[in-house]
């Protein structure tokens, strides 16, 4: 079993738990800053490859549709 350190209990029992909570909402917002950046970083790149490929897939399709109808016309 653990022993109690009086030291340690007085220590705990003096702490203002306003300034942990405020500590704590401040590295929250700066954790969230640093996931933010690291998501924009890693996924953001992704995404705008996926969408460009999309779009040049979309127009691909699109122009041979029209190729085959110039085919077919003569």
């Known amino acids: 079993m653990e022993s109690t350190n009086p030291e340690k209990l007085a220590a705990v029992e003096n702490v203002d738990y306003k300034d942990v909570i405020a500590q704590a909402d ?9 996931v933010q950046r690291k998501l924009d970083r890693h996924i ?22 029209l190729q085959s109808d110039c085919n077919t016309a003569y």
Do not use: T
């Open 44 to 65: 953001l790149p992704w995404i705008f490859i996926i969408w460009l490929l999309a779009f040049i897939d979309r127009s691909n399709i699109g122009m041979s549709s």
């Open 26 to 34: 401040a590295g929250d917002a700066e954790l969230e800053k640093r």
